[in-house]
């Protein structure tokens, strides 16, 4: 095909996007409709819990909408990451919200189920045969590690995707995927040359994004043999040359190399020039093939169990001595913690201040406090919910009523917004497996159903 336009509906599916924008964007006739399901951004926890990141409400509403659009269109779905976190309870969330709205709707479509969630014997194996490589500092693979993890995903590339649609699926649904994939694949599978593809998936993966005002709506990119166009779909917003290649340099390393399944995109000698007001074209990006076929591997496992509890003060003689007082409070804790038989070998307790550095912590460079008031989140995390409970009720209490020198009032000096005062937060999860490994091929980790819905 000499174009192809690829409609993405949002940032992340249950992030909503005006229905207004979506209707504007079929009407420029979209090859293709999809969005990013997930991230790793909020942290190991959703991948831990297989607990969807966004409400199963909002994420039901997005895709009816995307689901009656691809249906009438006769485009297809791609949608990657189901359910926030693209392991096997977050894909079957996805699967089956999307079987109860076309029952719902008298809907009727072919339907690829792709799956990501990775067999800890398998990856077993692979370190053992030498496979996979360390990330972000990592320590090498080991099999206890791989045991004591609560699941692990691979993140695939375009190819599945591609496979899935010459099987004659329409909707696709995938686990973890690269955040570009799903827009890449269709791209690619059109004949459209790596770079542009892959390019635009950049651009398509946050909805709206790059555009201003940034906000999670639609935008249409079409991709062409030398450059792709982005436009958003909301008359409120528009594309800017700055826009788009500020957008290009997020949540990445480097801001000219992306490296993606597959290989490199290099956007270093890319041209950003306005088409019209609203669109931007983008030139000059090219891709180099990877020597060797990688796919990155995410698992996580359980660090423990957190309690938390959130207060403030606005007690000026208080802030002035906040270091002493919470070096204080800190002291009791662990003082009656021990007396109950939480000794300190047996929880962590953490203290954040909101107005001094809760933000930054020991990298914050302004040490002066200027503000009148100041929040506290106290956290304790323990090996079991009893300990952390027992911990942060403890410290709630000697937030409250821990003197400090020319204290005036003689009852408490905090206030909390809720009662109770603590919160049993659960599980808490830490990324343990955060690795590449080089498959056989770049569909031999990502198996696919199809069926007719």
Not at 255 to 261: L, R, V, Y
Request: aromatic share 6%.
């Amino acid at each position: 095909m000499q174009e192809f336009r690829l409609l993405s509906t949002s940032g992340i599916l249950g992030y909503g996007f005006p229905e207004a924008s979506l209707r504007a964007g079929l009407g420029r006739h979209p090859d293709m409709i999809g969005v990013d399901g997930g991230s790793v951004d909020p942290g190991p926890h959703y991948l831990g819990s297989g607990k969807p990141f966004c409400s199963t409400m909002a994420i039901r509403r997005d895709l009816r909408l995307m689901l009656r659009a691809a249906v009438t269109q006769r485009i297809p779905m791609l949608i990657g990451t189901c359910g926030g976190a693209g392991g096997e309870p977050h894909l079957q969330l996805v699967v089956d919200l999307v079987r109860d709205i076309a029952r719902e709707e008298g809907l009727h479509f072919p339907m690829a189920i792709i799956h990501a969630e990775q067999n800890k014997a398998d990856v077993v194996r692979w370190t053992r045969e030498g496979r996979t490589r360390s990330l972000a500092h990592r320590p090498p693979l080991d099999p206890a590690t791989i045991e004591r993890a609560e699941r692990i995903v691979g993140m695939m590339g375009p190819e599945p995707f591609v496979k899935a649609l010459d099987g004659g699926a329409q909707v696709v649904l995938a686990g973890r995927s690269s955040d570009p994939a799903p827009w890449a694949a269709a791209a690619m599978r059109a004949q459209l040359p790596p770079a542009q593809s892959w390019y635009a998936g950049k651009m398509l993966e946050c909805g709206a994004t790059a555009s201003v005002p940034k906000g999670h709506d639609c935008l249409l990119v079409t991709v062409r043999d030398d450059h792709v166009e982005c436009e958003p779909l909301n008359p409120e917003r528009r594309c800017t040359p700055l826009s788009v290649a500020n957008h290009a340099l997020h949540e990445n390393a480097s801001p000219i190399h992306h490296i993606e399944p597959g290989g490199l995109l290099d956007t270093e000698a890319c041209r950003f020039e306005a088409v019209s007001d609203r669109a931007v074209q983008v030139s000059g990006m090219r891709w180099q093939p990877a020597d060797t076929y990688t796919v990155k591997l995410e698992g996580v496992e359980r660090a423990g169990y957190r309690a938390i509890t959130i207060c403030g003060t606005r007690d000026p003689l208080l802030i002035a001595g906040l270091d002493p007082f919470l070096a204080s409070v800190r002291r009791n804790v662990e003082q009656k913690a021990a007396d109950f038989g939480a000794t300190p070998d047996r929880y962590r307790l953490v203290i954040r201040s909101y107005g001094h550095d809760g933000v930054m912590a020991e990298r914050e460079p302004v040490r002066e406090i200027t503000s009148h008031e100041l929040g506290f989140v106290v956290e304790a995390v323990a090996d079991d919910q009893e300990i952390a409970n027992a911990v942060v009720a403890i410290a709630r209490t000697n937030m409250l009523h821990t003197d400090f020198p020319r204290r005036l009032c003689r009852e408490g000096n905090m206030a909390f917004p809720f009662s109770p005062s603590d919160i049993e937060v659960g599980a808490m999860y830490r990324f343990s497996v955060f690795h590449t490994v080089a498959p056989d091929n770049p569909l031999a980790m990502f198996p696919i159903e199809h069926e007719r819905v």
